[in-house]
Nanobody
Framework: QVRLVESGGGLVQAGASLRLSCKAS????????MGWFRQAPGKEREFVAG?????????DYADSVKGRFTISKNNAQNTVNLQMDGLKPEDTAIYYC?????????????WGQGTQVTVSS
């Protein structure tokens, strides 16, 4: 019932910046929290950042990206963004946008198709 489409991935040099965007459509009224996950080759999917969608300004970040990544939202545009600064090669992964419903978990929610981020040394 919720559709998510990511954009903004690409190939950049270490130390560069990149901004990812996620557009939500469909039954967006059911969204409680939105966030970003990533999956590197041979690794499990990991949480990157999250934000409460419908109220407040509560955000959460993985320790590995604190101080470098910033999650933000624009409810009027139904978008969630991830500003990534000071990118490192270890940030290379497929980045997924996710939406969790009010009574559900991340795994029970909606997921985008992913966008590739590659950071070269």
């Amino acid at each position: 019932q919720v559709r998510l489409v990511e954009s903004g991935g690409g190939l950049v040099q270490a130390g560069a910046s990149l901004r990812l965007s996620c557009k939500a459509s469909g039954r967006t009224g059911s969204i409680y929290r939105m966030g970003w996950f990533r999956q590197a080759p041979g690794k499990e999917r990991e949480f990157v950042a999250g934000i409460v969608w419908n109220h407040g300004r509560v955000t959460d970040y993985a320790d590995s990206v604190k101080g470098r990544f910033t999650i933000s939202k624009n409810n009027a545009q139904n978008t969630v963004n991830l500003q990534m600064d000071g990118l490192k090669p270890e940030d290379t992964a497929i980045y997924y946008c996710a939406a969790a419903h009010r009574s559900g978990t991340w795994n029970d929610g909606a997921w985008g198709q992913g966008t590739q981020v590659t950071v070269s040394s």
